[in-house]
């Protein structure tokens, strides 16, 4: 998505070259974890707040979506958290113990 890259960029920025393999690593099973949790949640809600045919009033369809939403907040507030002035400068040092080659 395009909202999605500018936050993966300031992502990478902000982790050190040798620990982003980790980071990414993390990061990927957080979006799995997510794509397994929503879902079942979602199945939750609806099988607790459904009636006997199968059919939902508007009222427990507005809390699960109201409950989606609500993880949506959470999500947002990892975002809000991304700063520019903590992403790594240009000069970041080798974590290899090797010397950076001079110009």
Known sequence: AVRNGPAQALYA????????SH????????????SVVG?????VLFESHGEAGRTWSLTPLRNVIFAGLGFE???MGGYLMLRDKHAVGDE????????????
């Open 39 to 43: 879902p079942a949640l979602t199945i």
């Open 23 to 34: 980071a990414y690593t993390a990061l990927f099973v957080i979006y799995l974890l997510a």
């Open 13 to 20: 920025d902000s982790v050190a070259t040798g620990e982003r």
């Open 73 to 75: 907040l959470v999500a």
């Open 92 to 103: 970041e040092p080798p974590t290899d113990g090797t010397r950076p080659a001079s110009d």
